[in-house]
């Protein structure tokens, strides 16, 4: 097990911009930390750094208590597991995950006893004489995992190892990764662009955008307090709306805070009725203009004076309606910079219209 550092990391590929950029990362001993951000943000490249399958430009990466920039692939006890599983089709099941201990000299007969022990734990011992043309994707998966697992490394690298197989059995996997993680107590280091994915995955999440770390803390703490607009908009289905204050400021009252420049919620945080509520928030009158029924909940796309939004509730769908009013309650507001950054409060920065709010401390 190995506590994983990078340290001022920046990479570029020849002459071409950084895709990486001055990177401080830490990842913990034995967590399941999930890389997640959208394509070509540099979730592989950084995996690749780790592992030492790419040279870093600038920066040092440590491995526990060893700086390994310049340790072999081979040699940093990382074991990597690709989208396309990357099998050697002409070998059976039980030549692929043997092969990753022959560079290791172990004796013949010590290799055939680890490399069953780990097919029982897949679950693959009557697949062993296999061929993987023979084998389902979620079978070639754990083949894949096994033989990364048959060298007993101090890390897993996964590089989105779940997106060739059907959402059903894409779930079953995540599941068995999660309890295979439980089971082995390594740190797991996880890549997907998926978010929900990275949710339900990961105790500790790292979002990435162009290169960059935007933030690194646990799904619940990125989802109730995301440190910029770019994380509060990609986590969270639908995303968080996020309207500039200078539209809303008539509607929810005097801005006393001049740094604010947008204000977000979450859809599922309104509140939406026939009848405007007295709740103190912002209060707008809209128009239906979508509305999606998905059995516990329905989303809605709204049209208002400030323009379009989403709402998600769950409570019975408002049917044959055109007219509704959304609440969002002010202490379910967010609040950003200019720059997109997230402004953290203790009290509400505006007047209620017509009256001064004393005091009003946000929860
Ligand atoms: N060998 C290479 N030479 C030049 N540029 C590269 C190379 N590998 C990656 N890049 C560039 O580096 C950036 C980051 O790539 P990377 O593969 O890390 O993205 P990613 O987050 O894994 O994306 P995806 O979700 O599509 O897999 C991209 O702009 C990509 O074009
Ligand atoms: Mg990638």
């Not at 061929?131 to 060298?151: D, E, F, I, T």
């Not at 969270?236 to 001049?258: C, F, Q, R, S, Y």
């Not at 007219?323 to 920065?349: C, M």
Request: glycine share 8%.
């Amino acid at each position: 097990m190995a506590k994983i550092q990078l340290k001022n990391v920046s990479k570029a590929y020849g002459d071409h911009n950084k895709v990486i950029e001055n990177m401080n990362l830490e990842i913990q001993d034995g967590s399941f930390t999930v890389l997640v951000g959208p394509s070509g943000c540099g979730k592989s490249t950084t995996l690749r750094i780790i592992a030492g399958l790419e040279e870093v430009t600038d920066g040092e990466v440590w491995i526990g208590n060893q700086l390994v920039n310049d340790v072999a692939p081979g040699k940093r006890g990382v074991s990597m597991v690709f989208q396309n599983y990357a099998l050697y089709p002409t070998m059976t099941v039980r030549g692929n995950i043997e092969f990753g201990l022959e560079n290791m000299k172990i004796p013949k007969a010590e290799r055939k006893k680890m490399v069953e022990e780990i097919a029982e734990t897949v679950d693959l011992t009557d697949y062993l004489d296999k061929k993987p043309q023979n084998l389902s994707g979620g079978q070639r998966q754990r083949v894949a995992l096994a033989r990364a697992m048959v060298k007993k490394p101090n890390v897993f690298i996964f590089d989105e190892p779940l997106s060739n197989l059907d959402a059903k059995l894409r779930g079953q996997m995540r599941t068995e990764l999660i309890q295979l993680h439980k089971r082995l107590g390594t740190t797991f280091i996880y890549v997907t662009h998926d978010q929900m994915e990275a949710m339900s995955m990961g105790d500790e999440i790292v979002i990435l955008n162009k290169g960059q770390m935007m933030q690194q803390a646990a799904p619940m703490e990125v989802y109730h307090n995301p440190a910029n607009q770019f994380v509060a908009k990609f986590i969270g289905t639908p995303a968080m709306n996020v309207l500039p204050i200078a539209m809303v400021e008539g509607k929810l009252g005097k801005i006393i805070d001049k740094n604010i420049f947008y204000v977000g919620f979450r859809p599922e945080h309104a509140k939406i009725q026939m009848t405007d509520l007295s709740t103190f928030g912002l209060h707008l009158s809209c128009n239906v203009m979508t509305m999606e029924t998905l059995g516990s909940e329905t989303l809605y796309l709204l049209n208002s004076e400030v323009g379009q939004f989403q709402v998600k509730s769950y409570l019975p769908p408002l049917i044959d309606t055109e007219k509704v009013h959304v609440t969002i309650p002010a202490e379910k507001l967010y609040y950003f910079d200019e720059r997109g950054n997230r402004i953290y409060l203790k009290k509400l920065p505006f007047e209620r219209l017509g009256e001064v709010v004393k005091g009003g401390v946000l929860l």
